[in-house]
């Protein structure tokens, strides 16, 4: 079965440094794996997937993340964060049950960004 | 597109009462899935159907929970008699087919049942 491990429930940088959200799956097979992220009392947005096509994948508000095989990582990062980046993120990856894609999500990582 | 539409998106309860929560999937979407976030247990899946029909619904925490899809367009999450421990935030996405791995959430019922 999928799993997946997110290994920090909080991080906290200040406006304007680099983001790093990590996250590591278990995976009998290539998986699709995505990041979502949830503001304080919202629904959870698409933040960027994988599907094996490139290993860097490209979201948005900035944000980009890598697929590592090796490593069985995919961490989420951006170059430069921005108040409004404050949110819970959710670590993704998809498993085929039962004929539809599973979805199944990390603990969370609260990111708090300081001025 | 307006994305996933739930309501209400807040619900305050008595113990006992029932409670009946709504979803409108993005048009042309044919899944449509339960989830139920707590802070102790995450995200969980509650149920999920496809053509508006039931494909799984063994998330489901109790028989005080059920679900309906009457239409493509509508669903309801049912709970009576509702319990202080039913209090979470449920939320409900669709995707455009069971096969298809991106699902869209909406915005979350958030319940409280005093």
């Known amino acids: 079965a999928q799993s997946v491990t997110q290994l920090d429930s909080h991080v906290s940088v200040s406006e304007g440094t680099p983001v790093l959200l990590r996250c590591n799956y278990s995976s009998s097979y290539s998986p699709s794996l995505f990041w979502y992220v949830q503001h304080p009392n919202k629904g959870l947005q698409l933040l960027l997937k994988y599907t094996s096509a490139a290993t860097l994948v490209k979201g948005i508000n900035g944000f980009e993340a890598e697929f590592k095989k090796s490593e069985t990582s995919f961490h989420l990062t951006k170059p430069s964060a921005h108040m409004s980046d404050a949110a819970e993120y959710f670590c993704?990856?998809?498993?085929?049950?039962?004929?539809?894609?599973?979805?199944?999500f990390g603990a969370g990582t609260r990111l708090a960004v300081h001025p | 597109d307006a994305g996933v539409i739930q309501s209400p998106r807040h619900e305050v309860t008595e113990m006992g009462q029932e409670v009946t929560l709504r979803c409108k999937p993005i048009s042309g979407h044919n899944s449509l899935f339960w989830y139920r976030q707590t802070m102790m247990r995450g995200l969980e899946l509650l149920i999920y159907?496809?053509?508006?029909?039931?494909?799984?619904d063994s998330g489901m925490p109790e028989d005080r929970f059920s679900a309906k899809m009457p239409n493509a367009s509508f669903s309801t999450l049912k709970i009576q008699p509702s319990e202080p421990r039913d209090s979470a935030v449920y939320f409900c996405?669709?995707?455009?087919?069971?096969?298809?791995?991106?699902?869209?959430f909406g915005p979350g019922t958030r319940l409280l049942v005093l």
């Open positions: 993704v990856v998809s498993e085929i049950a039962g004929g539809y894609n599973k979805l199944i």
């Open positions: 996405a669709s995707s455009f087919s069971l096969s298809g791995e991106t699902q869209y």
């Open positions: 159907f496809n053509n508006n029909v039931p494909i799984d």
